[in-house]
């Protein structure tokens, strides 16, 4: 199984000390490469999730597994590294380096995983595939909000993780750059045969997508919302 979460139960504690379930037993298996979409109302738990399937944080109760691997498992070190290696996560916001350059942003997951001889071309080539090889040496902060995306993209997909997590990817864009930022994201996860785990707001862009589920209430039901 590529990605398998079971009863997950995620709690945080109030600032009156009470517990809050957010999460009360969400499961989510995926077997092949596909696109799946996460859609709900705000607050419902979304990011908590994708944060929990990124081992960003762990859950309460209930078990994640990615690659057959479990990431509660997993020491702080092995999971980095598992992390770096099979999972990558889009962001709303980019967290792009502002001092490196777009290549330097892209080549960076590869140093930080013991650097490699073709670094450089590995990077170009991701840049290529996002339509931005000829902005390989300005600096994010020149760059329009799309293409800083597209930047953030490459960097993830760089590595070639199985497993691709985006909360909402196109939230901070407009409509028109979302759309094709969404075209290269869908067009480089089919080919390189990832899965996408995609939260977001947008119907038509959870609709493009191979499976839809709605959080509500804590758990995970297929279908779009209504
Ligand atoms: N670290 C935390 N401590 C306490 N409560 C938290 C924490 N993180 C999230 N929450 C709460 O969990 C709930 C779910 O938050 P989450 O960010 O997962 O929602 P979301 O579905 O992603 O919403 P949105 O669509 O607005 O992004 C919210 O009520 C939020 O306040
Ligand atoms: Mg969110």
Redesign the pocket.
Known sequence: MILNAREVKKS?TESSGSP?E?LKGVSLSVENPMTVSIM?R???????FISLLAGLDSATSGTIEILDQNLDAMSGADLNQFRARHIGVIFQQFHLLDHLTALENVRLPIDLNGGSNEGDQRALDMLTRVGLSHRAHHFPETMSRGEQQRIAIARVLVMKPEVVLAD?PTGSLDIKTGAEVIELLFSIVKSEKMVLVM?T?DPALAARCDQQFTMTEGVLTPGLLK
């Open positions: 945080f809050l957010i709900g705000s607050g419902c738990g979304k990011s908590t909402e939260a707001h």
